[in-house]
């Protein structure tokens, strides 16, 4: 069975077998972490506990899913919740949304990458007409609750607000999200080059080290959002830009300031800095580089690829 929007997606989620006992961890730890904060055995705790318990439950049901060469298989009870949505609101889900949420694996596949998602009961429009469906980081520090609409085709575009457009339609953006899950957890290592414009000259990358955007484009596939890649790197370069007195973006050149940048080895990056910046590499204090290397670790391992 071939899907029409989300076939490359559910490929990817399905490709690679997936240990989610870190990801189990890391909930858990954040759970203990805010029950721990409230006075023992207060009716506060109480609530918290099983708020938590009910966040939590949600957040690792994917961990049940056999994802590892899954077929493709339409959920009976999924399609019967998405008609009985359609009756109530009488709308017309798009084709592309309609999809996703008629897979087995979906809302649960939803919470490898997110701080929260809305089941299929929970989908239902605001009062401009927004249907609000996941909540995470996509502009701002704390995330946005992303939204489609029903009145803009079969596959419409994703917002965080009226005028900003995350993905042109609903199956790019359901890619390039589970693309970016996928790199952060196969990619182990990267490399973060920092820039902004407004910060302080010292801090800024220096003009002298931006390269041009073709450099990416000739020797790297390239997927939708200024995504690039190869089989051992995944590439996301941000262009230098320029934001007016209300912090708008009001320019984008084809140079490249800054960027994360993931490879499956340190080797793999060292190799991509040499190709990209030659001999003309941004100074250590513009880098950061998370590696499964300790905190203190970290700028010795960014030196090491550097050398």
Known sequence: MKLKYHQATY????QDKIDPSDFIAEIEEDAQAIISSFEEGSERQKAVIAEREYHQTKMLAWTNLDLYQRPVQFSHENMQKLHEIENKYNVKLPASVREWYSLDVVPDVMALRAFSYYRIEELQ??????????????????????????DEGANPPVYASKTSVIRHT????????????????????YIAIKHHPFAPESLKVAPRFY??????????????????????????????????????????TDKVTSGLFYGKTPEHLRDFIELIWDDNVPPLYHMNGISRFPFDEREAQISEILE
């Not at 490929?11 to 399905?14: E, G, P, R, V």
């Not at 429009?125 to 029903?150: A, K, S, V």
């Not at 609903?170 to 290592?189: A, K, L, M, Q, V």
């Open 11 to 14: 490929d990817l989620i399905a």
């Open 170 to 189: 609903f199956s790019d953006f359901i890619h390039c999200h589970f693309w970016d899950w996928h790199t952060e957890y196969h990619y182990p290592y």
């Open 125 to 150: 429009p605001d009062e401009n007409g927004n249907w609000h469906f996941i909540h995470w980081e996509y502009i701002g520090q704390g995330g946005e609750l992303l939204y489609f609409r029903t």
């Open 211 to 252: 390269v041009p955007l073709e450099k990416f484009e000739t020797h790297f596939n390239q997927l939708s959002g200024h995504r690039f890649y190869n089989d051992d790197l995944r590439l996301y370069p941000r262009r230098e830009y320029k934001l007016n007195d209300n912090w708008e973006v009001i320019e984008v």
